[in-house]
């Protein structure tokens, strides 16, 4: 009796050890797998979101350090050819893309829009608070710095041959890159999304690397909209759509392979 009972506990204790054997190695696969297929993650929630401020952006235009003085040093070789570059818009703040966003749909719902076409209108040039690219500090809006600046600086036809910004367009499409720098919203034929914006450009190095982990962290889709004007019509299918155009019909330079 003895025996049997000493038998089946030392199989027990056979089975046990293997099993306890087989749970470690389990266990040590996964995260063995876990470090080398998953790359951590460099920017969190809240900066991709805008909620928090760029790090490192103390300067004028709480531009991310590096991007800040890759603007600085295209802007003076700019410069020297007779270009001067202003920077328009910067960083913006998911609370500051919240009052765009509110200001421009109760003006649309006063002018007897229905929500959805509010909503519709408003994505033409604006983000949905927590989309945009300008929470990143990557991100810039610039005009030519000229005397007598037109009434409405962002319009596309300002950059057109022989307008008053044009020689600004030209000057970055022939030297843009070099600095780290590419226009989003470009003129493609077929473009979805936003709509052309000459003004409108992006720091490649980190941009490219926030998009990607922009997507992996389905930053869109655990945003609060609850201070959002007409966030009832946003819906999982509306995001979704969103994101497909307006977030990923852009330059496919700034995408990642
Ligand atoms: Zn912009």
């Not at 410069?79 to 328009?88: M, N, Q, R, S």
């Not at 966030?231 to 155009?245: H, P, T, V």
């Amino acid at each position: 009796m003895d025996r049997v009972i000493n038998v089946n506990r030392g199989t027990y204790m056979l089975i046990g050890n293997y099993s306890t054997l087989k749970n470690t190695l389990s266990i040590l696969f996964l995260f063995f797998i876990t470090i080398v297929f998953s790359q951590p993650m460099t920017f969190t929630h809240n900066e991709l979101s805008g909620i928090d401020t760029p790090k490192n952006s103390n300067n004028p235009f709480s531009l991310r350090g590096e991007v800040f003085i890759a603007f600085k040093k295209m802007q003076n070789a700019a410069a020297l050819e007779g270009v001067h570059i202003k920077i328009v818009s910067s960083f913006r703040s998911f609370k500051r893309q919240q009052q765009i966003w509110n200001r421009k749909y109760t003006k649309y719902t006063n002018q007897e829009l229905s929500p959805e076409e509010a909503i519709n209108k408003i994505i033409e040039y604006s983000t949905l608070p927590g989309t945009s690219r300008h929470h990143w500090g990557t991100d810039i809006d610039i005009v030519l710095d000229v005397d007598s600046p037109p009434t409405s600086l962002l319009v596309p036809s300002n950059f057109d041959k022989n307008q008053v910004f044009y020689p600004l367009k030209k000057w970055m499409d022939a030297n843009a890159y070099k600095y780290g720098f590419e226009l989003v919203y470009t003129n493609t034929p077929n473009r979805k999304g936003f709509k052309y914006e000459p003004w409108h450009y992006s720091y490649i190095p980190i941009a490219k690397l926030m998009l990607s982990e922009y997507l992996i962290c389905k930053t869109i889709h655990k945003l609060n909209q609850k201070n959002t004007s007409g966030s009832d019509y946003l819906s999982l299918k509306f995001i979704n759509r969103y994101l497909k155009l307006n977030i990923l019909e852009i330059n496919p330079t700034l995408l990642s392979n």
